[in-house]
């Protein structure tokens, strides 16, 4: 179709007339770029510039990592890509701070870009794409391979081929021809910087999850069972997604608060110090938390276990004493006409004196505490383990060993009996069989709610507290300890 009138340089379109007056019909010089228009440089950094990493862990699941770096930035605006960071890492939590003079490095800009390259995320950037379907020839002794376009990926590659829907055969493999933008082969922040020199010394610290430590402890009781060696250990797990050579240590014993997180979006935009046992961590007070700090730098792997020496000491004061504890929750409060409850056992139960005139005196963090104990020929047997709280010094800390084999004991309710409108009174017995050959003295714990006092017993009671009465009951060797009591209980005021 011919156009009639006369003709533009550009063409007599709106679109022609713009293009005229801003390129080939203009004579003016292009006004000169704002300094905010300016392409950033891109940088890179990974861990081979680091100078130095710190980890705290926290026996939560997570860790504070700082971390120094020299960073070549060159001046002016910079797109740096910062590598080898955890991929569990909170981004809200990420804080750089430069090291030199504050005002010679800008933040302006800060992205976690952590769209990572797996085979099913390249796949499926490729839908809708053409790859490759390359198998092996071995007549030819070659690859041979054909043209395919990825339509899905989502439990397997759904392919067209040759205006054929297929998938992908046994001995073929696909070949991408490049690797799509957006996929990255590690985590890795993105900060858009402005910096006024051109090399910078930076600290960068966040929290990152999938870091973990917890206490065991190996006690080695000697033959009179009122000494014991303590040996401390920290397990430290780490599955956050980084490796972190060389790092300094630290660890925080105590229950941290922290605000449950959202979902994640992906975006792109000094009081004393611990006895002179020998130990690889020192321990001081932290705000009200305890600071464990290891005295080397420590390779801190990926997805690696470690152990660390927490402490180690020697002839640490040991109680060994026989608990009977009567479980409202699993035995019956009433046993009809007198009849005994069933047999129990006495518990065996260690007690550890944490303080230094015992031999011991450190902040135990919470764990689980393993018993050995020799036997006639100097063998060390294994007696039973049980988990502690955090336990300050001069606090004591009772372990659970198992059920004593030769003591034992059956309670009977002998009598329920209304004393006053609100007061009920039951009448127990308690039989003690002492089957040693040696005396003991068994600690009977009885549980008790309400307002209510022992009327009467055949051994002194004690208030353990609100809900618990305690006996001392001696049983001689090969004996039998009879202990009774009334409990009297007022149900209204």
């Known amino acids: 179709m011919k156009s009639s009138g006369s003709s533009w340089p550009c063409g007599r379109s709106a679109f022609a007339l713009i293009c005229c007056a801003l390129a080939a019909c203009s004579k003016s010089p292009a006004p000169a770029r704002a300094p905010n228009d300016w392409p950033a440089a891109a ?47 909170q981004p809200a939590t990420v804080h750089l701070q430069p090291l030199g003079a504050p005002d010679d490095l800008l933040v302006l800009e800060q992205n976690y870009r952590y769209d990572l390259l797996t085979p099913e995320k390249l796949l499926e950037k490729y839908v809708g794409r053409q790859v490759s379907l390359v198998r092996y020839d071995r007549a030819a002794d070659q690859d041979v391979g054909r043209e395919a376009q990825v339509l899905a990926s ?71 069972d009122a000494h014991a060696d303590l040996v401390g250990w920290v397990t430290l797990d780490n599955q956050s997604g980084a490796s972190f050579p060389a790092a300094s240590l630290q660890l925080i014993a105590g229950d941290v608060q922290r605000v449950t997180p959202e979902p994640q979006v992906a975006f792109d935009a000094v009081e004393e110090q611990a006895p002179a046992n020998q130990s690889a961590m020192s321990e001081q007070p932290l705000f009200e938390y305890h600071l464990y700090t290891l005295d080397r730098p420590t390779d801190v792997l990926d997805r690696e276990s470690k152990q660390v020496q927490l402490l180690e000491a020697r002839n640490v004061a040991v109680e060994r004493k026989l608990v009977l504890r009567r479980d409202p929750k699993l035995r019956p409060a009433f046993a009809p006409n007198g009849e005994p409850t069933a047999v129990e056992h006495a518990a065996v139960v260690a007690v550890i004196d944490n303080r230094e005139q015992a031999g011991l005196g450190m902040p135990l963090p919470r764990g689980v505490v393993r018993v050995y104990r020799a036997d006639a020929a100097g063998a060390q047997q294994f007696v039973g383990e049980d988990s502690i709280d955090h336990t300050p010094r001069d606090e004591k800390a009772e372990i659970t060993l198992g059920e004593a084999f030769d003591v034992l004991a059956e309670r009977q309710l002998m009598q329920v009996r209304q004393i006053e409108r609100c007061v009920t009174q039951q009448d127990w017995q308690i039989v003690l069989r002492n089957h040693k050959a040696a005396a003991v003295t068994i600690e009977v714990q009885e549980p008790a709610s309400g307002d209510w006092q022992v009327a009467q017993s055949t051994l002194p009671a004690e208030k353990r507290d609100a809900s618990t009465i305690l006996f001392h009951a001696p049983v001689p060797a090969n004996g039998t300890t009879e202990l009774r009591y009334e409990l009297r209980t007022r149900t209204c005021d």
């Open 43 to 89: 940088q890179r950094s990974d861990a081979s510039a680091r100078e130095r990493v710190a980890l705290t862990v926290y026996n939560s699941n997570f860790a504070l990592v700082r971390e120094q770096r020299r960073l070549r930035l060159g001046k002016g605006r910079v797109a740096l890509a910062y590598e080898d960071v955890a991929a569990q890492l």
């Open 154 to 224: 989502a439990t397997g590659p759904v392919l067209q081929v040759a205006g054929e829907l297929t998938s992908l055969a046994a001995d073929e493999r696909i070949r991408f021809p490049e690797l799509p933008p957006g996929l990255l082969s590690r985590p890795t922040l993105v900060w858009l910087l402005e910096s006024a020199q051109a090399e910078q010394r930076v600290e960068v610290s966040y929290l990152t999850q999938s870091i973990s430590w917890h206490a065991d402890y190996v006690l080695s009781l000697a033959a009179d």
